[in-house]
């Protein structure tokens, strides 16, 4: 791929990605006025998580895929679709912690609490097993989060044993994943930041994607 061609790609999916983020800040409102402020507060969270990959210059794909799985599990959250689609429950409890995890993994990189994704001593399955720690911890939040917003566990789908724990395995099939996926790109000698969109392509710093 030229240079042309593949500032082109990375142009589009900068832009998507600005979408889905202008998307959740309309969420804001939407959900105030269609259901609650508890509600409104979800896409302000949603928001947040969303503004971090752009304003730390993450690498594309982990910045796209962030603002996917965290818009779309605010808008199950909120309009229900959990009890709509029983099933959607499961792969979204999987995406979102791989999303998660593998973000946070490169950023804890830059600041040095985790070894770098090159480094020489650094064997693929650490590499997998901290990624797993930190996306393992992401869906223990989540499921403080669903405790502390459905108080009543007779009340609400969102809680209780079996979807607990359920919620909590998928979590960990997904940290998995991400650890893999992190595992590869560091094969590939990418690193923590995304391409500059430059007309010089040797302005780049080397390994960053």
Do not use: K
Not at 20 to 37: C, D, E, F, K, T
Not at 194 to 199: D, E, F, K, S
């Amino acid at each position: 791929m030229d240079r042309t061609h593949r500032n082109t790609l990375l142009r589009g999916v900068d832009i998507i990605a600005d979408l889905l983020r202008l998307v959740s800040l309309a969420g804001i409102p939407l959900a105030w006025v269609l259901y609650s402020w508890s509600s409104a507060l979800v896409f302000v969270i949603v928001s947040v998580i969303l503004i971090v990959p752009r304003a730390t210059a993450l690498p594309r794909p982990v910045d796209l895929a962030v603002a996917v799985t965290w818009l779309l599990a605010g808008w199950a959250n909120v309009a229900g679709w959990y009890l709509l689609l029983d099933w959607i429950d499961i792969p979204i409890h999987i995406i979102t912690p791989a999303a998660t995890a593998a973000a946070l993994y490169l950023l804890l990189v830059r600041v040095e609490l985790v070894p770098p994704l090159q480094e020489r001593q650094v064997r693929n399955p650490a590499l997998i097993l901290l990624t797993f720690a930190l996306g393992a911890a992401i869906a223990v939040l989540w499921e403080f989060y669903e405790w502390l917003r459905y108080p009543d566990p007779q009340g609400s789908p969102f809680v209780g044993y079996a979807d607990t724990i359920g919620d909590l395995f998928n979590g960990c099939i997904g940290s998995v994943v991400a650890g893999i996926g992190l595992a590869v790109w560091a094969w590939f000698g990418w690193g923590t930041r995304r391409i500059p969109l430059r007309g010089i392509a040797s302005r780049a710093r080397v390994g960053d994607a």
